[in-house]
């Protein structure tokens, strides 16, 4: 009996075709060595399931707020972004930006314009 396709897959497949790339096999892929999606312009790497924080998803919940509000209230259209400085254990920082698929799109499309 054939084994139905992982759900992780199933999200590879769905961000190549949303971001205009190719799934990557998993077959002779060793970590890091390839991305789960092969792009021109990106290393992309794609993760499926509870991966990010209630915290982060506020944070995404406000800024695409602060978006709404500036188009209605002031007429300026503004992309949503998160940007998030974090610090690990042993005094590691590193800054991230973190942004909805959709809007993410939206953006990309307005640059090959």
Known sequence: MPRPTATWKKWERWWAELLGGVRVPVTGRQRGAAPDVAHDGFAI?????????????????QAVAARDYALEHEGIEK???????????????????????????????????
């Open 79 to 113: 992309v949503p972004l998160v940007c998030i400085t974090n610090r690990t254990k042993t005094q590691v920082i590193d800054h991230y930006v973190l942004m909805r698929a959709e809007d993410f799109v939206t953006w990309m499309n307005s640059k090959k314009q």
């Open 45 to 61: 790497e794609v993760k499926y399931g509870k991966v990010m924080s209630s915290r982060l998803a506020l944070a995404v919940e």
